[in-house]
């Protein structure tokens, strides 16, 4: 019994203090980051051009605590951004010793790789994506009413568009897990191409803060180009049946 239990009491203790480790990451950075909220939150503001469309040129807050919160809110994002290397090697330090060799290799290969798409659809939101819309949206209805934005809301918005960009993003990485473990084939996602137009301008519209075609298709149109990009991916990563047997008799020779 002693030597069953062993080995789950060692991994729960692995599991602590791997835990512990990315929690004290996260708090150090985030503290870190809440030094500098202001020129974070600036930041953030910078999409929109100084919300020179705005009186005052600055946003607003209502409630006493809404900018406070804010400034939380945006120093805890930018501590997991901060933190989150060190948090993805504490979790690749943990499940590496329960993976042969060759999924140790997808793994370490993986783990850059969706981090950079990541950042890249973060940028891209950023970058690209969100100056448009929010100059749509403080010039539509201007004549008619005067825009004032809370801060709250802007910042909020912010985040939620940076973070589903970087998960779009995510589609070309997960496509070739998918392939590679075969959860999915290439003749499958070709075969469902139409499918995947579709439900890239249904997340555009989802996505984009507003309802005008040409930002939903600033969104649709990368999906597609990631997606298209992720079924090439999975063409080489697909394994066939033949492959799958022969690879197990390497890592598993008969004795």
């Known amino acids: 019994m002693k030597d069953a239990e062993l080995p789950i009491a060692y991994h729960l203790a692995e599991l602590r203090k791997r835990v512990t480790w990315s929690a004290i990451a996260v708090l150090v950075c985030t503290a870190v980051a809440f030094v500098f909220h202001e020129q974070i939150i600036q930041l953030l503001m910078q999409p929109a051009h100084g919300f ?11 409630d006493l605590t809404e900018f406070i919160g804010i400034a939380f809110k945006a ?3 930018t501590g997991l951004v901060l933190s989150f290397p060190f948090v993805l090697f504490q979790i690749v330090m943990f499940v590496s010793p329960g993976l042969n060799g060759r999924e140790k290799q997808y793994l370490y290969c993986l783990v850059p790789v969706g981090l950079f798409a990541f950042l890249s659809g973060a940028a891209f939101g950023y970058f690209i994506l969100f100056p448009p819309a929010v100059n749509f ?3 539509f209805g201007s004549d008619l009413a005067t825009p004032f934005i809370r801060i709250g809301n802007y910042v909020n918005l912010m985040i939620t568009l940076l973070f589903w960009m970087g998960l779009v993003f995510e589609t070309p ?12 084939t290439p003749s499958f996602l070709s075969k469902n191409r139409r499918w995947a137009v579709v439900i890239a301008f249904i997340l555009g519209a989802l996505i984009t803060p507003t309802f005008d075609p040409i930002n939903q298709s600033i969104v649709a149109f990368p999906i597609i180009v ?9 063409k080489i990563g697909h394994r066939t049946p033949r492959a799958k047997t022969k690879e ?4 598993h020779p008969s004795q």
């Open 52 to 62: 020179g469309n705005v009186p005052n040129q600055k946003p607003i807050y209502t």
């Open 75 to 77: 120093s805890l994002l």
């Open 137 to 139: 949206l403080l010039t």
């Open 173 to 184: 990485a997960i496509l070739f897990l998918l392939s590679r473990i075969g959860v999915v």
């Open 226 to 234: 990631l997606y298209e990009l992720g079924l090439w991916l999975a």
């Open 248 to 251: 197990l008799e390497i890592e």
